[in-house]
Structures are given as C-alpha cells and as structure tokens.
C-alpha cells in the first residue's frame, strides 16, 4: 500500500517542525550533556542540509516563475548560504569547543527567521500560483530519498 502523497508544502512544514523540536531537545540539554549536544547538532545540521537541497534543487525553481517574487526567492537562498556556512563550522567542532553552543543558537535564530518567511511570505503565494503541490511533493520526496540513501 502506497502513502498518501504529501504535498510539496506540508513536507516542508514538516521538515520545519522536526528542525524546531530538535533545536528545542538541544537547548534543553545541560552543559554536561556533551555527547547527547553532539548528537543532536549533527541531527540538525543533517536535517538542514538535505532540506535546503530539496528546496534548491526541486522546490525553488519550480515555483520561482509561477510565485514571480525574484527577489523572495533569491534572499531564501542567501539565507541557505548563511546556514550551510554555520553548519560546516558545526560539524568540524566539537560540544566542548569555544562558541559551539552559541553557532546552534545562532543557526536556530536563523532558521526560525527563514521559517518565519516561507510560511508566511512564500508557501502563501505559492499556493496562489496554483502549482500542482501534490507532484512536486512526489519530485521532491523521490530527490529526498535518493540524497538520505546517498549520505548512508
């Protein structure tokens, strides 16, 4: 039996939202916790990277002509560029480094800031732009895969 198809836009959310508990989990955890912080960033940033590729990848440019807002899309993915430059500064540190904790924080503050607007800016108009959102879910699911099945 095949899974309901997701929506391009509800996997995005959900991806957002298994990002935010994540961030969440690590603020929560204690300054002994060095192995669980670990852990958990390096989920995070896994997470984030495969994200910001499907949305790069497969998402961007499908709505960038119909949503016609050049300017939105182009500031997305500056905001990608500033994350992955944290996230590569994150996974060659370790917990117990100096500013570790601080580069999460700061990654969180960021990704909550570019959450902020693909909900309420972007994923608004892309619903305007009357994309088929069930077929592009299905693209980006498949191009998901094939980058979890790549890192593995």
């Known amino acids: 039996m095949k899974a309901q198809s997701k929506d391009a836009i509800a996997m995005l959310t959900a991806d957002h939202e298994k990002v935010t508990a994540l961030f969440e989990q690590f603020e929560a955890l204690s300054d002994r916790s060095t192995a669980s912080k670990k852990k958990i960033a390096d989920q995070i940033c896994s997470e984030l990277e495969i994200h910001a590729e499907v949305e790069e990848q497969v998402f961007y440019p499908a709505v960038r002509g119909p949503v016609?807002?050049?300017d939105l899309m182009d500031e997305a993915l500056v905001e990608h560029a500033s994350a992955k430059e944290?996230?590569?500064q994150l996974m060659?540190?370790?917990p117990g480094d100096d500013l570790y904790d601080a580069?999460?924080?700061v990654?969180?503050?960021q990704?909550?800031?570019h959450v902020g607007e693909e909900e309420g800016e972007m994923f608004?108009?892309?619903r305007k732009a009357k994309?088929?959102?069930v077929a592009l879910g299905e693209e980006m699911q498949a191009f998901k895969t094939r980058l979890v099945t790549a890192s593995s």
Do not use: N, Q, R, T
């Open 68 to 70: 016609k807002d050049g």
């Open 86 to 88: 944290l996230i590569a």
């Open 92 to 94: 060659e540190m370790d």
């Open 103 to 105: 580069k999460v924080k």
């Open 107 to 109: 990654l969180s503050e």
């Open 111 to 113: 990704i909550k800031h």
């Open 124 to 126: 608004p108009k892309v």
């Open 131 to 133: 994309v088929d959102l």
